[in-house]
């Protein structure tokens, strides 16, 4: 019979660790919020528009340019990235300009790629 490695062999629970771990757990909506923004990185396109507006604010034009997409599909990544509160937009005349939210989705994309590059090592 193998044994399952990702299992405990035995039952035996450490209830001390159980009650200070579950001191520090987040409220469940807590937990939900999180996971739907993580969900936002969850996709390559838009991780792509991420690292576009990490470096420059862009209109919609621009990144359908840049990632040779349609408008309306980069319309729409854009829509739920603002919605998720990664993204912000400002209009200056007929054109609006996309820019990422604030340092904390900066400080969310590097701990991202630094994990990412570390693992390549």
Known sequence: MSINQDQCES????????????????????AVRMAALLKLFGDPTRVRILFALRTHEMCVCDLSALLEMTQSAISHQLKGLRLGGLVKNRKEGKVVYYSLADDHVITIFDQALAHIEHLQE
């Open 11 to 30: 039952t035996i629970l450490h209830q001390e660790i159980i009650d200070h771990v579950q001191g520090h757990m987040p409220p469940d909506e807590t």
